[in-house]
């Protein structure tokens, strides 16, 4: 997995709340059987005028020039700036995938759905949760000033401003460690294959129905 | 002993191991598989040159894009049109024979949609950890089983490791005590349950739904609320287990016989919460308060009961909410202030994990008998959510009752729930729709979605608008038939 320990980059804005997996990477592109790729059909349907399928030549299509992220101050955005509950809806790993894909490192809002928000890690995509209030004061920071990055930093669990605010942000350490570390889960998982051996045999003489039903 | 909630039993029985920070590994009994979520997974395997850990534990079935017509259908996956799908159900079929993972394909008896699928083969049983890349997984809940939906990075997982790394969330307890009334199914319930505690009221919680009114509801019922958990922002949903869990399970495929079956019940009847276990948070409502329900909006919280009039966004006091709110109903094309029931409808679709089991087809067609689709009405796509229950349909004669009424017999899939397929809605166009997701472009770009119960929709496609089934219930029909 793909370690993240710190990053200074520029901030693009969405301002607005519950914005669903859906939204994010829309369901046509679901249909690919690779992990990568994703990224000219983040937030497809905001971002563009058409109507997008996959395997197109995205850089030809029309822009939707309301759209936030296509403003040309916003170019090359690499944390992405949100709202409450980002990422609800469908459980899509193609998510994180597609905000890699397209450049983000972290995004920041004040809540995400738990499916979204657990996604993330696994694909060095660092989710900071900050207060309502923080995340105003970072919108209109960010409103005021061209050019507008931040610094995470993940050992230190810090969003560091240029004005030299810092904002505190809590996460569950495992979590951390993997991600600083960008651990890969399953080998870890499997240094414990003698407990789960275990479990399945005391599991077994308990509750026999649950082995051997599917063939 | 400590007094322990349902969900604190399932969790203790699979809990492998705890870790000083709180997270866990979980073992996880049953794992249900699709085409979408799936192919990375097995990707991931094969580059890191893993097994599965126990093949008898996988389940896997196509539903997400695969055709729900029936000449597309009898020409197999190569008849599947759309190129990038039919690479993903063939890649499926090619996983599971490679690994040896057992699968219903595509035309075969015991092939749905996955929620549809599990329980009814008697795959997923009570007491069991259930997880699949979809969210709404929650459904299998229904029977008592600690279900949810995961992502791509933990399919791969359970599959190379049958564990999950995960934390417990927090017990949540919704009780809805009463009688529910005519024409008042599972599908409003859940709804008149978002609409009170909104979209994110469940986060970060388990929810078990409690009360008299899920006592009496039929197991399928209770998937159907549980499958909406996830709308309400908890990844899992549960009912405890009662008589009607175990008549339920009795006799299917994959349920144990004999003395293990006997073993199984005894246990079983130990899941549920007891009497005085804590919970972090109750929410209550009551059966009484809960008439049809419809959502107006882009998210299943914006919803109302079928009398009531499209809310005014100046009418909202909260900023962000007002904005919402306006957002949706520019989406929608809807003015603040009208009726519902004077929405007009252009398709209507019944189907989905919410909605296309045996009892939705026999509420819809019991609608459906003896009227006549809308002129103004495109098109009504009746969906069965797997061929049992195709097949047990068309043994009862409904699918003869829909299609004299104007109305398509499709075959099981996942359909106009997401527009995966060719099912879709085109712009502009609303839909009374059994789903479960009312979001933005969720059944076709720029398709206006309208959440609501199977009877409704039958309903609204009679009438070509939205309308109070309890209108339609209880009048005597023409050849009425006995359900
Ligand atoms: S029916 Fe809809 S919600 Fe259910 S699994 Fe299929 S796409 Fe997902």
């Known amino acids: ?215 | 002993m400590v007094a322990r909630t349902l969900y604190d039993k399932l969790w203790d029985t699979h809990l492998v191991n705890e870790n000083h920070d709180g997270s866990a590994l979980l073992y996880i009994d049953r794992h249900v598989l699709h085409e979408v979520t799936s192919p990375q997974a097995f990707e991931g395997l094969r580059i890191a040159g893993r097994m599965p850990w126990r093949l008898d534990t996988n389940i896997a079935t196509p539903d997400h894009n695969i055709s729900t017509d029936r000449s597309e259908r009898d020409a197999g996956v190569s008849g599947i049109p759309d190129e990038i799908s039919r690479i993903q159900v063939q890649t499926l079929d090619d996983n599971c024979d490679h690994f040896g993972i057992k699968e219903f394909k595509m035309n075969e008896m015991g092939q749905g949609i996955v929620h549809v699928m599990g329980p009814e083969l008697g795959a997923t049983m009570p007491g069991m950890t259930v997880v699949c890349g979809d969210s709404h997984t929650a459904t299998h809940g229904a029977l008592a089983c600690l279900a949810h939906g995961i992502g791509t990075s933990e399919v791969e997982h359970v599959l190379a490791t049958q564990c999950l790394v995960t934390k417990k969330m927090k017990n949540m307890r919704i009780r809805v005590e009463g009688k529910v009334g005519l024409g008042v199914t599972a599908k409003d319930v859940v709804l008149a349950i978002i609409g009170k505690i909104g979209t994110a009221g469940g986060s970060g919680h388990a929810i078990e739904f409690a009360g008299s009114v899920f006592r009496d509801m039929s197991i399928e019922g209770r998937m159907t609320v549980c499958n909406m958990a996830i709308e309400a922002g908890a990844r899992v949903g549960m009912v405890a287990v009662d008589e009607k869990t175990i008549d339920y399970c009795e006799g299917r495929k994959f349920v144990p016989k004999g003395d293990v079956w006997h073993q199984a019940v005894a246990y079983w009847r130990t899941l549920v919460s007891d009497s005085d276990a804590l919970f972090d948070t109750e929410v209550e409502l009551h059966a009484d308060d809960i008439i049809p329900q419809v959502t107006w909006g882009t998210s299943p919280e914006m919803v109302a009961p079928v009398t009531a009039l499209v809310p005014r966004p100046e009418d909202e006091p909260d900023k962000e909410l007002r904005k919402g709110v306006e957002r949706a109903l520019k989406y929608m094309g809807l003015e603040g202030g009208i009726p519902i029931v004077s929405i007009n409808v252009d398709r209507v679709f019944i189907g989905s994990c919410t909605n296309s089991r045996i009892e939705d087809m026999r509420e819809a067609a019991k609608v459906a008998n003896g009227r006549q689709v809308a002129t103004s009405v495109k098109q009504v796509l009746i969906v069965p959510g797997s061929q049992m229950v195709k097949a047990q349909a068309e043994a009862e004669g409904l699918d003869k009752i829909f299609i004299a009424s104007g109305m398509e017999w499709r075959e099981p899939g996942c359909s106009m729930c997401l527009a995966m397929n060719a099912d879709k809605l085109g712009d502009g166009e609303h839909c009374a729709s059994t789903s479960n997701r009312n979001f933005e472009g969720r059944q076709g770009k720029g398709g206006r979605t309208h959440l609501m119960s199977p009877a409704m929709a039958a309903a609204a496609a009679v009438a070509g608008h939205i309308v109070d089934v309890r209108s339609f219930l209880g009048q005597p029909i023409s050849q009425e038939i006995q359900l």
């Open chain 1, 1 to 215: 997995m793909k370690a993240f320990t710190q990053h200074r980059g520029l901030v693009g804005p969405i301002d607005r709340a519950n914005v669903d997996t859906d939204m994010i990477i829309p369901k046509q592109f679901l249909k690919s059987i690779k992990r990568s790729g994703f990224g000219p059909n983040l937030f497809d349907e905001l971002r563009y005028l058409d109507h997008g399928e996959p395997g197109q030549d995205c850089s030809s299509r029309p822009l939707n020039p309301d759209f936030s992220l296509n403003q040309q101050r916003y170019q090359g955005a690499s944390i992405l700036l949100t709202r409450k509950n980002f990422g609800c809806g469908s459980s899509r790993e193609h998510a994180p995938w597609a905000l890699e894909d397209y450049g983000f490192n972290a995004v920041i809002a004040p809540s995400y759905a738990d499916i979204f928000y657990n996604n993330c890690f696994k694909n060095g995509v660092l989710p900071v949760i900050l207060s309502e209030d923080e995340v105003d004061t970072l919108f209109s920071e960010l409103a005021a000033a061209d050019g507008y990055q931040l610094d995470i930093d993940l050992a230190s669990q810090t969003v560091t401003s240029d004005s030299g605010q810092i904002f505190n942000f809590s996460l569950d350490q495992f979590r951390k460690q993997c991600l600083l570390e960008g651990l890969d889960e399953i080998g870890l998982t499997l240094t414990q294959s003698e407990k789960i051996k275990q479990y399945e045999i005391e599991r077994e003489k308990s509750q026999p129905w649950v082995y051997g039903a599917i063939k």
